[in-house]
C-alpha cells in the first residue's frame, strides 16, 4: 500500500478542502494523506478493523455459530460500530467542509459501516418497518471502504473510468447483438419451444453469450441450434474485450506516469506540509526529517 501514486493513480480528489493548520491539519494529514509512521500505523489498524468486522458479519449469518455464540458476536459488531463511528467523527471534525465529507462517496459509505447497527438497536424487531436481517448485511458496505487505502483499487478505479466510454459503446453493441440474436430465435423457436416472447429470448441470448448456459430454455429445431452455436463462439469473444479495454488503458496511463509527480501526497510529521519531492530526507518547510518512503 503507497500513497505516493503517480497520476492518475494518486487519491482520490478531496474537495471538501484541507485545514489551515492546527491539530486539524494534523490529523488530517495522518488520516487522509500523510506518508508517516502514524499515516501508515492508522492505515494498517483500519484495513484490519475492516476485514474483521465483515468477518463477524458473515459468521453471524450462520444460524449455528450465531446461536451458540450470539452474545459475543454482538459485543464484536458494537466494538467494530463504535470504533468506525469514532473513526467517522474524527474526518467530519478535520476537513474544512464536513458536509461536503457526509454526502461524497465515501463518506456515506462511513456512514452505512455504523448506521444499521444503531438502527437495528432502536427499531424493535417485532414492529421494524424493514427486517434487522436486511440492516445487517448493509454492514458488508464496510468493504468499500477499503479502495481509499489500497492503491491497486485506486489504480482499477482509474482505468475503468478512462475507458468508461469505449465500455459503454462496446455493451451498446452487445446490447444490440442480444436483440437482433433473441428475435431470430423467438421467430425459429417460437412459444412451442418456450421462447414465448423476446424479452425471454433476449434473457436466453445473454445467458448463451456469457457461456453460463443455465439449461432452462434450449432451442429444438436446426436452425435454432445452429444459431445458438454462433451465440456461444461470439461470447468467447464478447469476454475478452472490457478486460482488453482497460488492461490497455491501465498500460497507458502507467507509461504516462512521471517520477517527478509521484511524490506530491509526501508530508512532514512535524509540521504537516505536502509537496516535497521523493526521496527528500528533510521538511523544505520546517527542516525536520522526513519518514523514509515506502515501497510501491
Not at 476537513?95 to 447497527?117: E, H
Not at 512532514?268 to 520546517?286: I, L, P, W, Y
Request: aromatic residues 10%; contains cysteine.
Amino acid at each position: 500500500m503507497n500513497r505516493d501514486l503517480p497520476p492518475p493513480f494518486s487519491p482520490l480528489p478531496l474537495p471538501f478542502g484541507k485545514p489551515d493548520g492546527g491539530w486539524r491539519l494534523r490529523l488530517y494529514t495522518v488520516i487522509f494523506e500523510a506518508d508517516t509512521d502514524a499515516g501508515r500505523r492508522f492505515d494498517k489498524a483500519l484495513i484490519a478493523a475492516i476485514l474483521l468486522s465483515i468477518l463477524v458479519v458473515i459468521l453471524d449469518s450462520v444460524q449455528a455459530i450465531s446461536a451458540r455464540h450470539d452474545r459475543l458476536m454482538d459485543v464484536l459488531e458494537w466494538i467494530f460500530t463504535l470504533g468506525f463511528t469514532a473513526e467517522y467523527a474524527l474526518r467530519l471534525a478535520c476537513v474544512k467542509r464536513p458536509l461536503r465529507y457526509a454526502t461524497s462517496f465515501f463518506g456515506i459509505i462511513d456512514l452505512l459501516s455504523v448506521l444499521p447497527t444503531y438502527l437495528a438497536f432502536f427499531i424493535p424487531e417485532v414492529h421494524a418497518l424493514l427486517d434487522v436481517r436486511i440492516l445487517r448485511l448493509i454492514r458488508v458496505f464496510r468493504i468499500f471502504k477499503l479502495t481509499l487505502y489500497v492503491q491497486e483499487y485506486q489504480v482499477l478505479t482509474s482505468a475503468i473510468s478512462a475507458s468508461r466510454r469505449k465500455i459503454m459503446v462496446f455493451l451498446s453493441i452487445v446490447l444490440m447483438a442480444v436483440l437482433v440474436m433473441g428475435t431470430l430465435m423467438y421467430v425459429l423457436e417460437g412459444p412451442a419451444h418456450g421462447f414465448t416472447s423476446i424479452p425471454k429470448s433476449m434473457y436466453w441470448a445473454i445467458v448463451t453469450m456469457t457461456t453460463v448456459g443455465y439449461g432452462d430454455m434450449t432451442p429444438q429445431t436446426d436452425v435454432g441450434k445452429a444459431l445458438a452455436s454462433i451465440m456461444m463462439l461470439l461470447g468467447w469473444g464478447v469476454l475478452a474485450v472490457p478486460t482488453g479495454i482497460v488492461t490497455a488503458e491501465m498500460t497507458t496511463q502507467r507509461l504516462t506516469a512521471t517520477p517527478k509527480t509521484a511524490s506530491g501526497s509526501r508530508s512532514c510529521a512535524a509540521c504537516g506540509s505536502t509537496g516535497h519531492d521523493e526521496h527528500a530526507r528533510f521538511c523544505k518547510n520546517c527542516g525536520a526529517e522526513m519518514a523514509p518512503t515506502r515501497p510501491a
